[in-house]
Antibody, heavy 121, light 106 residues
Framework: EVQLVESGGGLVQPGRSLRLSCAASGFTFDDSAMYWVRQAPGKGLEWVSG????????GYADSVKGRFTISRDNAKNSLYLQMSSLRAEDTALYHC??????????????WGQGTLVTVSS | DIQMTQSPSTLSASVGDRVTITCRASQSISTWLAWYQQKPGKAPKLLIFKASSLESGVPSRFSGSGFGTEFTLTISSLQPDDFATYYC????????FGQGTKVEIK
């Protein structure tokens, strides 16, 4: 059974940092692209970042570029999101998602329940 | 950046109705389009990928079509379990989501 379990969320002050983790199981993690997607309270889905299976291809949304860093540890079946210079508008539920790829185009075929990040003083 | 415009934003329908949701891309994405269903407090669930391929385990009343910039998700006969919010997503270049369509009980 595929499982993605996010952790690391919480209440943080503006300008501070936070590191999210996503523990994966039930599939071959080191074959899979992985993604972070967030959802602000009452709002829609927003792609944050993605990373290829070997970390060779990484992308970020303009809204987080230069502040967030995605990484993975295939030996630990884990995905990470290092978030710095946090802003109130980063407040959201952060989901990790498993990618299913056809050549270089990947959709998300399984999502975790998410971890809540609240940025407030 | 590729923008995705989804319509309508809200749809009121009854059980048994045929429902269609439209998604338009700001540039051609071939068939690199997925549809997701999300219920309150739950993670999104994949319904359709590559514009028209039904994900395993998804009921056949869901179907997708389109190519290039215009896409549709159709539910042939709305069931009680289908009242939810639906999102389209392009994955031609990174990911972009539509704004969502909330399907409500009429």
């Amino acid at each position: 059974e595929v499982q993605l379990v996010e952790s690391g969320g919480g209440l943080v002050q503006p300008g501070r940092s936070l590191r999210l983790s996503c523990a994966a199981s039930g599939f071959t993690f080191d074959d899979s692209a992985m993604y972070w997607v967030r959802q602000a309270p009452g709002k829609g889905l927003e792609w944050v970042s993605g990373i290829s299976w070997n970390s060779g291809n990484i992308g970020y949304a303009d809204s987080v570029k230069g502040r967030f860093t995605i990484s993975r540890d295939n030996a630990k079946n884990s995905l990470y999101l290092q978030m710095s210079s946090l802003r109130a508008e980063d407040t959201a539920l952060y989901h990790c998602a498993k990618g299913h790829c056809s050549s270089t185009s990947c959709h998300g075929d399984f999502w975790g329940q998410g971890t809540l990040v609240t940025v407030s003083s | 950046d590729i923008q995705m415009t989804q319509s309508p934003s809200t749809l009121s329908a009854s059980v048994g109705d045929r429902v269609t949701i439209t998604c338009r891309a700001s540039q051609s994405i071939s068939t690199w389009l997925a549809w997701y269903q999300q219920k309150p407090g739950k993670a999104p669930k994949l319904l359709i990928f590559k514009a028209s391929s039904l994900e395993s385990g998804v009921p056949s009343r869901f179907s997708g079509s389109g190519f290039g910039t215009e896409f549709t998700l159709t539910i042939s006969s709305l069931q009680p379990d289908d009242f939810a919010t639906y999102y389209c997503q392009q994955y031609n270049t990174y990911w972009t989501f539509g704004q969502g369509t909330k399907v409500e009980i009429k």
